[in-house]
């Protein structure tokens, strides 16, 4: 559960990222065209501006997106890692554990032997 809630946490915050960027390049947008009709100019190098920011700006959010799933990723790898690590131990060193217990109380009460 703890888990989900950390997938949501990461989620929320690459949302809250890629709002913040895209109302950056609104913003960005915005004062270009203001500039640009204020100084009474348009054409080819204003539409390359604000395509430029309109790039920048896909850019960006791609790599937030990006980032959050690397991030979610890296959680469930911890998560797994340590439910591995809190597992007990196998069948298998269980029995050893056993066996090496029993061998040594049969090698301690057994009497020893004179040459």
Not at 8 to 30: H, L, N
């Amino acid at each position: 559960m703890q888990r989900v809630q950390q997938g949501k946490e990461i989620q929320a915050q690459a949302d809250t990222q890629a709002g913040e960027r895209v109302k950056a390049a609104r913003a960005e947008r915005s004062r270009l065209m203001v500039a640009a009709g204020e100084a009474g100019v348009g054409g080819v190098s204003v539409g390359d501006q604000m395509f430029t920011t309109v790039l920048n700006q896909s850019e960006d959010v791609a790599t937030i997106g990006r980032d959050a799933t690397n991030a979610d990723l890296a959680s469930d790898a911890r998560y797994r890692s340590g439910l591995a690590g809190a597992q007990g131990p196998s069948a298998l060193e269980t029995g050893l554990s056993i066996a090496s217990a029993g061998y040594t109380a049969w090698s301690s009460n057994r009497p020893k032997s004179k040459p």
